[in-house]
């Protein structure tokens, strides 16, 4: 069955950098966009980035140039390059993309991100 796990998040300093990986398994078919997205404790869920296997990226404003997304398709594994983070970056991190055979959108459990001192 198709599954994503998501890790890689923790605890890290304002200013600091995480990568967050997500695997994936159980797709048969080539998937033409990935996305993340993020969950602030007590906030609705946020789309961050995503990224088109035509070419191309798109950034949430507040991300753009501190965030990157990359795709490893040898190992099935979407990347989030995190960069000078700051608190308002708290949240439960989320990757994604559409399943055509069931029409629904799939994610994985999350992976917490906490950025303070």
């Known amino acids: 069955q198709v599954q994503l796990v998501e890790s890689g998040g923790g605890w890290v300093q304002p200013g600091g950098s995480l990568r967050l990986s997500c695997a994936s398994s159980g797709i048969d078919f080539s998937v033409p966009a990935w996305y993340w997205y993020r969950q602030p404790a007590g906030s609705q869920r946020d789309w961050v980035a995503q990224?088109?296997?035509?070419?191309?990226?798109l950034y949430k404003d507040s991300v753009e140039g501190r965030f990157t997304i990359s795709r490893d398709n040898v190992n099935n594994m979407v990347y989030l390059e995190m960069n000078s983070l700051i608190a308002e970056d708290t949240a439960v991190y989320y990757c994604?993309?559409?399943?055509?055979?069931?029409?629904?959108?799939?994610w994985g459990q999350g992976t917490q991100v906490t950025v303070s001192t």
């Open positions: 990224w088109y296997a035509s070419g191309g990226t």
């Open positions: 994604t993309f559409y399943d055509h055979r069931t029409r629904t959108f799939v």
